[in-house]
């Protein structure tokens, strides 16, 4: 017995719709059960006052791009390459591209 095409992509598409709802209610069960370690996290950073996530973690202007200075990415020498796999994801930060000029 062969199957029509039609019939193996509709079962697969039935397959994967079926996972994808099994994956929502297994993440929609756990948030609730991790609502205690949530608020313990959260009052963990409010209390060291830690700041925003980190991004990156090789390089220093890679880290946080909001608080990326003018010549960290040039700190070997001025015409360096990018040595960081992150620094090619990553663009730089508006007050780097305009050099401080709006």
Known sequence: MTLRRSTVF????????????????????????????????RWLVKSL??????????????????MADLHSPFQDYPISLEHFPSGSLMPPPPHVRTHGRR
Do not use: C, E, M, N
Request: glycine fraction near 8%; avoid cysteine.
């Open 10 to 41: 509709i079962s697969f598409t039935a397959l994967g719709l079926a996972a994808l709802f099994v994956i929502a209610a297994d993440a929609g069960l756990r948030g609730r059960g991790a609502a205690q370690a949530l608020a313990q996290k």
């Open 49 to 66: 006052a830690l700041t925003d996530l980190a991004l990156f973690t090789d390089a220093r202007y890679t880290r946080h791009p909001a």
